[in-house]
């Protein structure tokens, strides 16, 4: 052994000792309380479907913007499956309330006026339900996501009756 070669075994010695220090630590394990998993609610929510309007159930009023009305009526056909998760709340209230036999489906006109920009602003016309609030959400379920390409002037103005069949 040379004095040239101390550097290198206490280099072997410091890296033998930190090893040892490590294993010596022992590794903290949390304490874990179990609690059973509570069974999930049968959730009864709205299990029927959205019937969105073909071309010949809409009514319009105001195309002065020269819409294609083939490529609005696709339109409105893909936005039947938000209208579909807006429902749901009130049906899921409605079958708690009146028990699970009573089914009945929803109709609804709602006036859609599509400005330039294509934001749509909806009206309710009429509906054979009294419950504002499932009213107010299909409102701003309109207003706040559907979005329609722009046009360079003009507005569309129609009529649109949709139909939520119960099962």
């Not at 280099?11 to 040892?20: K, N, S, T």
């Not at 929510?45 to 969105?52: A, D, E, K, Y």
């Not at 073909?54 to 009514?59: A, E, R």
């Not at 009305?69 to 409605?94: I, P, T, V």
């Amino acid at each position: 052994m040379h004095l040239r070669d101390l550097p290198i075994i206490f280099l072997v010695l410091a890296f033998a000792g930190l090893l040892f220090i490590l294993s010596q630590i022992h590794q903290y394990t949390p304490v874990v309380s179990v609690e059973p998993v509570p069974e999930p609610e049968s959730q009864q929510s709205f299990t029927g479907r959205v019937v969105m309007p073909s071309l010949d159930d809409i009514y319009v009023l105001d195309n002065s913007a020269g819409r294609d009305l083939l490529k609005f009526e696709r339109f409105l056909q893909g936005r039947a499956a938000g209208l579909h998760f807006a429902s749901s709340s009130y049906f899921k209230s409605h079958r708690s309330r009146k028990g699970k036999q009573e089914s009945g489906n929803v109709m609804m006109g709602i006036r859609l006026t599509l400005d330039s920009l294509g934001v749509f602003t909806p009206e309710i016309l009429f509906s054979n339900i009294d419950d504002k609030d499932f009213q107010s959400l299909v409102l701003s379920q309109i207003q706040t996501y559907w979005r329609y390409p722009r046009s360079e002037k003009g507005r569309l103005v129609v009529w649109v009756p949709v139909v939520w069949k119960d099962r």
